[in-house]
């Protein structure tokens, strides 16, 4: 069965970095987005992503958030300089077009950032 | 905005049955879903309703009725594999885009 995969499943970055959190979404789908969970809390949209722009993005996506599907296949979320609030699980997940509300979710980078 | 209220635990045996509330507040609605996490893994999706009613996909139901604004999830035949956190997420008639709002969660124990 096709699923989302994302790299690196963890990441240690210090405060003030660049890093660069990478997806592949399922082929034939036309959504992608992103969210993230600070350990213990819900799950909190970041940002969607249709026909090559950002559709749709959240107060926490400020400038220092950033998001390119390189290719037909990538979907990256860069984050620049981080801060230690930045630490959490990202999930990427895409959904295919005609209707369908399912969303599937790759499995999460946990970036902590110190 | 909108927002969405669910129980933080509820427990129960293996066998057994559980409903798991969901009461939301929105400025437009769309649809509710419901998700399923393990411990350390990512949401998987259940069901969604974006039509009053039950829908059911094998030992898990789930119900809206938008006009109270107010849906469940319901967990049949309990299995210890059951334990997970389980989260509404409501689709918002502005969200065009599929933009899911999520609920705090409700950690489901089940016990031998």
């Known amino acids: 069965e096709p699923e989302v995969t994302q790299t690196p499943s963890h990441q240690v970055t210090q405060m003030g970095q660049e890093v660069i959190l990478r997806c592949v979404p399922i082929s034939n789908h036309l959504y992608f987005y992103w969210y993230r969970q600070i350990l213990g809390q819900k799950v909190e949209f970041l940002v969607s992503?249709?026909?090559?722009?950002?559709?749709?993005k959240s107060e926490i996506f400020d400038d220092q958030f950033s998001v390119e599907r390189p290719d037909g296949s990538n979907f990256t979320l860069k984050i620049r300089s981080t801060k230690l609030e930045d630490s959490a699980m990202y999930f990427c997940?895409?959904?295919?077009?005609?209707?369908?509300?399912?969303?599937?979710f790759g499995p999460g980078t946990r970036l902590l950032v110190l | 905005g909108q927002s969405l209220e669910q129980p933080s635990e509820v427990t129960a045996v293996e066998g057994a049955i559980v409903q798991i509330n969901c009461t939301y507040q929105?400025?437009?609605?769309?649809?509710l879903s419901w998700y399923q996490q393990h411990d350390g893994g990512a949401p998987t999706f259940l069901s969604y309703?974006?039509?009053?009613g039950l829908e059911e996909t094998g030992r898990f139901s789930s119900f809206l009725s938008r006009s109270d604004s107010y849906g469940y999830l319901l967990l049949q035949e309990l299995q210890m594999k059951d334990s997970a956190s389980y989260f509404c997420?409501?689709?918002?008639?502005?969200?065009?885009?599929?933009?899911?709002?999520f609920g705090a969660g409700t950690q489901v124990v089940v016990t031998p």
């Open positions: 997420a409501v689709r918002g008639t502005t969200d065009s885009w599929g933009k899911l709002q």
């Open positions: 929105t400025s437009g609605f769309y649809g």
């Open positions: 997940a895409s959904r295919e077009p005609g209707g369908q509300e399912t969303q599937y």
């Open positions: 309703n974006g039509l009053d």
């Open positions: 992503f249709y026909n090559n722009e950002i559709s749709e």
